[in-house]
């Protein structure tokens, strides 16, 4: 879990709603936490964990940060602290890992305050485990917290949904963020990193850290290279497809971003409603020679490219369609 123990300045007014219920000792057996990636969702629920565990808690209502039970917590030790998460990332949680965890609750919390258990993603519950899980939600354990935490919270089932207390993280204002990252140290290209994470400090952060402003333009530079008839389609295929430097989930969310832009300016938007306002120059220019209905049909199959990214798709033959459609797009 995350060491720190105090909450991000866009997560105060949250904070504040969870403090309630610890200060009004009316703990919600389930808490359901939903928003953009990036915003920081599992070190709310850890500080929230962190503070329903500790035995003696700051007049902020935050950890104590010395009692037995925050040392356990530091040590990723505490018997009342279980995160449910995957083996691998994009695997589901398995039934296996629920049933343990019936056998876990059928016991009394070790200590005297709460147990929580945190599942993340919450959406990885495939039908099975759901519906094991769902059990634990009916007949409740004593001073259990469910936190559940999920990006995609249609992809849980409603019968589970419906048994949580919601809290929708909303991203916070531009510039709350951008001071924020300029505290960190992120002061270049702090508000173009900020814009590339649609809105999500954290993943602003991570982007700086990653160097992707760079990435960003030699990816750009690439595709550019593709639509003029230069270029090797297979390497670049092969590149775009390997996860060292960039997730594939990201590449294409520039894609869209950088597609979505040029139907900006065949409309003759303004440059302040564009996302990528340093490359309009070679977006304009492919604006003005591409057709907007092949555009559309293009930005169609890139969602869905993007959607079949979490099943076991080859994804170096959808890299090579992608680019092969784009570099017909260009020369139709």
Not at 17 to 36: D, K, M, N, S, V
Not at 82 to 108: C, F, N, T, W, Y
Not at 191 to 211: D, H, T
Not at 259 to 273: G, N
């Amino acid at each position: 879990m995350q060491t720190s123990n105090e909450v991000f300045p866009w997560q105060q007014a949250i904070w504040q709603h969870l403090l309630g219920y610890i200060e009004q000792q009316r703990i919600p057996q389930a808490l359901l936490l939903t928003g953009a990636a990036g915003w920081g969702k599992r070190h709310l629920a850890d500080v929230y964990a962190a503070a329903l565990l500790c035995q003696k808690t700051s007049t902020h209502g935050l950890a104590c940060g010395w009692c037995p039970g925050c040392k356990l917590l530091q040590a990723k030790t505490h018997p009342d602290y279980i995160s449910m998460e995957p083996d691998e990332p994009g695997k589901a949680i398995g039934i296996d890992k629920v049933r343990q965890l019936i056998v876990k609750l059928a016991l009394k919390p070790q200590f005297e305050a709460y147990r929580v258990v945190i599942f993340q993603p919450a959406d990885a519950l495939n039908t099975a485990s759901a519906n094991a899980f769902l059990k634990c939600l009916e007949e409740p354990s004593e001073r259990t917290c469910f936190i559940l935490i999920s990006d995609q919270p249609s992809k849980l089932p409603a019968t589970i949904r419906s048994r949580c207390q919601k809290i929708n993280c909303t991203l916070p204002d531009a510039q709350v963020a951008i001071n924020w990252l300029s505290q960190q140290g992120v002061r270049d290209e702090a508000e173009q990193l900020l814009n590339m994470a649609q809105g999500a400090p954290l993943l602003a952060k991570y982007y700086a850290e990653q160097n992707f402003t760079r990435l960003r333009r030699e990816y750009f530079e690439a595709w550019l290279q593709i639509a003029n008839g230069k270029g090797n389609l297979l390497a670049a295929a092969e590149q775009w497809q390997k996860q060292e430097s960039i997730d594939l989930a990201v590449l294409l969310a520039w894609l869209c971003s950088w597609l979505m832009d040029i139907v900006k300016l065949a409309h003759r938007v303004d440059t302040e409603a564009i996302d990528n306002p340093d490359f309009k120059k070679s977006l304009q220019a492919l604006a003005e020679r591409l057709e907007l209905k092949r555009l559309y049909q293009y930005y169609d199959t890139l969602l869905r490219s993007r959607s079949q990214l979490a099943t076991q798709i080859n994804k170096q033959l959808l890299t090579e369609r992608l680019l092969i459609d784009w570099a017909q797009l260009n020369n139709h």
